[in-house]
C-alpha cells in the first residue's frame, strides 16, 4: 500500500504562483510513474505533469513553460510549481502514482484561480 498526501492548493488571482507538494508513505519513484493530474468540475481526470519510473518528465501541453515538477528521493515527495496560472487551471489536483498493474491516488487539493 502506499499513502499520498498533498497540500498546498488554494484560491489565486490570475498570473499567480502556487506550489503543490505530495508526499508519498514509502519509496516508491523507482516502481511507479508519479505525477500530477486534475479534474475540472463536469471534465475527466487529465494528466498534468508526471516523472516516468525511469526519472523522465512528460507535460500535457497547456502547462509546458508554465508549470514545473520536481521531486525529492529522499522525502519520497513531488511537488509541482504553477506559474502563470489561469482560470482554466481551476481544478482538484491529485497526486498519483501509476504502476502496470496498480495506481494509487491522494485525497485532492484544490487550485481555483480567479480575481
Known amino acids: 500500500q502506499v499513502q499520498l498526501v498533498e497540500s498546498g492548493g488554494g484560491l489565486v488571482q490570475p498570473g499567480g504562483s502556487l506550489r503543490l507538494s505530495c508526499a508519498a508513505s514509502?519509496?516508491?519513484?523507482?516502481?511507479?510513474?508519479v505525477g500530477w493530474y486534475r479534474q475540472a468540475p463536469g471534465k475527466q481526470r487529465e494528466l498534468v505533469a508526471t516523472?516516468?519510473?525511469?526519472?523522465?518528465?512528460n507535460y500535457t501541453d497547456s502547462v509546458k513553460g508554465r508549470f514545473t515538477i520536481s521531486r525529492d528521493n529522499a522525502k519520497n515527495s513531488v511537488y509541482l510549481q504553477m506559474n502563470s496560472l489561469k482560470p482554466d487551471d481551476t481544478a482538484v489536483y491529485y497526486c498519483?502514482?501509476?504502476?502496470?498493474?496498480?495506481?494509487?491516488w491522494g485525497q485532492g487539493t484544490q487550485v481555483t484561480v480567479s480575481s
Open positions: 498519483g502514482a501509476v504502476s502496470a498493474t496498480r495506481t494509487y
Open positions: 514509502r519509496s516508491i519513484f523507482s516502481i511507479y510513474a
Open positions: 516523472f516516468t519510473s525511469g526519472g523522465s518528465t
